[in-house]
């Protein structure tokens, strides 16, 4: 065990994001000892087992250098992502109809696929759907548990 390391003497902390490509013990380490003091996690990328693998590297880590080691979780949340286009990319216009449903087939500027049908069978008219980071704004107007017919409120390229 190394001898523990109770401060960096520094006003300054690192933060580090863990991906694919950094999410190794090793380099987790390797990251570490470089002077990172603290890994983020995004939530909305990556799959929890993945997530829960680098909780357990860096505890180990912490043990290992007998320093307490700060994990930050990014809890946004995964997104929920919709099917692809025919022709991308598609311009939905404000005040278009714009059909979401489960069917397997590419998109277009009246319909996509969106693979979640508990999202589906919840929705009801009134409800505002967000989707490209709440750039393009639907209203739904008709649902039948299998598919939503949205109003474009505000449209734009997705």
């Not at 508990?118 to 209203?139: F, N």
Request: hydrophobic share 40%; no cysteine.
């Amino acid at each position: 065990m190394a001898s523990p390391i109770f401060s960096r003497n520094r006003k300054v902390k690192v933060l580090a994001t863990l991906g694919p490509a950094s999410g190794s013990p090793e380099m987790i380490e390797k990251m570490y000892r470089a002077g990172v003091d603290a890994f983020r996690m995004n939530m909305s990328h990556g799959e929890h087992k993945a997530h829960a693998a680098n909780v357990t590297s860096i505890r180990a880590l912490e043990k290992k250098v007998g320093r307490p080691i700060t994990i930050l979780a990014d809890l946004q949340g995964p997104k929920l992502r919709i099917g692809t286009f025919a022709k991308p990319p598609v311009m939905l216009k404000d005040g278009a109809r714009f059909t979401l449903d489960m069917l397997k087939k590419k998109g277009d500027a009246t319909r996509v696929t969106l693979p979640h049908k508990e999202i589906l069978s919840t929705l009801q008219p009134g409800h505002s759907l967000l989707l490209d980071d709440g750039k393009i704004r639907l209203e739904v107007t008709k649902t039948d548990g299998k598919s939503v017919e949205t109003k474009v409120i505000v449209g734009g390229e997705i």
